[in-house]
């Protein structure tokens, strides 16, 4: 790998870990199997229909808005905000959503 794409995977990386961003994909799919309020089909984004939703990761308002500017899939109510990701098995600072958003502010 050359040097230039290992730093930029540094400052993916980097980016990731200070949004402090939490795996809960068993508590959305819980709280979505059981139809808990604000978990309902009803209360996912319209982009969710079209998409499969492998993995569910809190994010906050800034990691919120820049993940809307780019098309993904995400759950909000008064409970919290949820990013909706397509990809597993890999490093979410790895995705190709979370290396354009670095590219964006870099």
């Not at 930029?8 to 990731?16: A, D, L, R, S, Y």
């Amino acid at each position: 790998m050359e040097t230039q794409q290992i730093e930029f995977q540094e400052k993916c990386k980097e980016f990731w870990f200070r949004t402090r961003s939490l795996c809960q994909t068993a508590l959305v799919d819980y709280l979505m199997d059981n139809l808990v309020e604000g978990f309902e089909k009803d209360d996912k984004d319209e982009r969710y229909e079209n998409q499969d939703i492998i993995e569910w990761w809190e994010v906050n308002d800034y990691l919120k808005e820049k993940l809307l500017s780019h098309g993904e899939v995400i759950l909000e109510n008064d409970y919290g905000t949820w990013w909706g990701r397509c990809r597993s098995g890999q490093g979410v600072y790895m995705d190709t959503v979370i290396e354009d958003i670095v590219k964006e502010i870099n």
